[in-house]
């Protein structure tokens, strides 16, 4: 069956980079892009000492020569949960490598969309790229060789040389399968292969060398311009919440890889379902009372649901959506407020929170308490 491939927008990773402050377009000179012709590049500016600036050439977003492309020969991008939380969680581990004061943000432009098509494809005579298996000509669910890579991500980090824009070093998600869906003819049911978490790891770092070593071989890629490589645990079709990091490493010189370091995360959907144990009881109890006191306060909510971010067993986030009904402006501002109050009260005090309060037509409501903070900032949308 020939493979299909999306191509997935990136403009995910450029609204997080800037966060929600005002940005300052900072002129920073020039870069080169031939004898002749020069093409000026600014940068967006920051909102905070811990988020990039990113590059701006000739008056436009330098958009990524490949922008996340995916492969869909299964239907597992349907979840665009995996999509966010892959951009994102790659940019918190870059800013272990590349401090964020000192370099800045560029979407890949050294993967192209053909580039990758390859490297994403199974391998084979035609296609000797290929980091997924050949297809061994089995349909069974235990016997065949599934597809492990699911997509791949780059993100580049640029250091300012004068007037000038050089690569200073490259990040790279290698996005796995937890389960591969797939059918045994066109228009035919769907089947899948469960991968567990230690197989689509030890493929994730066998790909991890290849795809290193395809790098350095590019004119672009110093022999000892660092190369971070992570691997992406993708979640279900049907989850409600993205995937999580497995695993990261650096080269730091040539092909080599340094030892590699584990990454401990887990994301769930509050509240859980079908007698589901969930990650943190207390989390979970604490964010039940929540979603009791605001139904009981508003009847006409249609759902309220949160993801759940640990790392290292302690929660990081919650990211919740307040889905309801309302007749007036009257109603969301006093909506919003309880909203607060109740979530002040209940959930919990050390981690970072953000509420969205939407009907069925837009978002009407945003508030934000960050780590650390005792005190919610709320925004209610309104018009004219």
Same mark, same amino acid.
């Given at each position: 069956?020939k493979?299909l ?7 995910? +990773? ?6 929600c ?20 590049y600014?940068?967006?500016g920051?909102?905070?000492d811990?988020?990039?600036?990113s ?12 922008? *996340?492309?995916?492969?869909?020969e299964n ?10 939380? %892959?951009?994102? *969680?790659?940019?918190?581990l ?8 000192? =370099?800045?943000?560029e ?19 035609k ?13 069974g ?33 290698? *996005? %796995? ?13 769907q =089947? ?8 689509l ?5 066998? %790909? +991890?060398?290849k795809?290193?070593?395809r790098?350095? +071989? ?19 079709q049907?989850?409600?919440?993205g995937?999580?990091?497995v ?24 509240p ?8 943190n009881?207390t ?35 919650l ?7 309302? =007749?007036?402006?009257?109603?969301i501002n006093?909506?919003?407020?309880? !909203? ?31 780590? *650390? ?6 925004? !209610?949308?309104?018009?004219?």
């Amino acid at each position: 069956m020939k493979k299909l491939v999306t191509v997935v927008g990136a403009a995910v +990773a450029a609204l997080m980079l800037a966060a929600c402050g005002n940005l300052n377009f900072d002129s920073s000179g020039s870069s080169s892009t031939g004898s002749t012709k020069t093409a000026s590049y600014t940068t967006t500016g920051t909102a905070s000492d811990d988020t990039y600036q990113s590059v701006i050439e000739g008056g436009k977003y330098k958009v990524s020569k490949s922008r *996340g492309l995916q492969l869909t020969e299964n239907t597992q991008n349907d979840n665009t949960y995996n999509v966010r939380s %892959m951009e994102n *969680g790659l940019v918190d581990l870059s800013k272990k490598q590349f401090s964020t004061t000192k =370099y800045l943000f560029e979407e890949g432009q050294l993967l192209s969309t053909s580039t990758l098509e390859n490297w994403l494809g199974r391998y084979s005579k035609k296609n000797k790229l290929g980091l997924n298996p050949v297809d061994n000509g089995k349909t069974g669910e235990n016997d065949r060789n599934p597809m492990y890579l699911q997509t791949i991500l780059e993100q580049d980090y640029m250091l300012q040389s004068g007037s000038k824009l050089k690569l200073g070093g490259v990040s790279i998600a290698l *996005g %796995m399968n937890s389960v591969d869906y797939y059918t045994k003819e066109s228009y035919g049911s769907q =089947y899948s292969t469960t991968i567990s978490t230690p197989t689509l790891t030890a493929k994730g770092k066998a %790909m +991890a060398s290849k795809v290193v070593a395809r790098l350095r +071989a590019k004119s672009k890629v110093g022999n000892d311009t660092p190369i971070l490589i992570a691997i992406y645990k993708g979640n279900t079709q049907d989850a409600l919440v993205g995937g999580t990091f497995v695993a990261y490493a650096v080269s730091k010189s040539g092909n080599s890889i340094a030892s590699w370091n584990s990454v401990n995360e887990k994301n769930e959907t509050l509240p859980v379902v079908n007698n589901k144990t969930p990650i943190n009881s207390t989390v979970s109890s604490d964010f039940n009372t929540f979603e009791s006191k605001i139904k009981s306060f508003f009847p006409k909510l249609a759902g309220v649901t949160a993801q759940a971010h640990y790392e290292n067993g302690q929660l990081q986030g919650l990211n919740i959506d307040v889905t309801t009904q309302f =007749y007036g402006q009257t109603e969301i501002n006093s909506f919003t407020q309880y !909203v607060v109050t109740a979530a002040s009260k209940y959930l919990p005090s050390d981690a970072e929170i953000q509420i969205n309060i939407k009907s069925v037509q837009q978002m009407e409501a945003f508030a934000e308490r960050k780590s *650390g903070s005792k005190s919610f900032y709320t925004h !209610v949308f309104s018009s004219y």
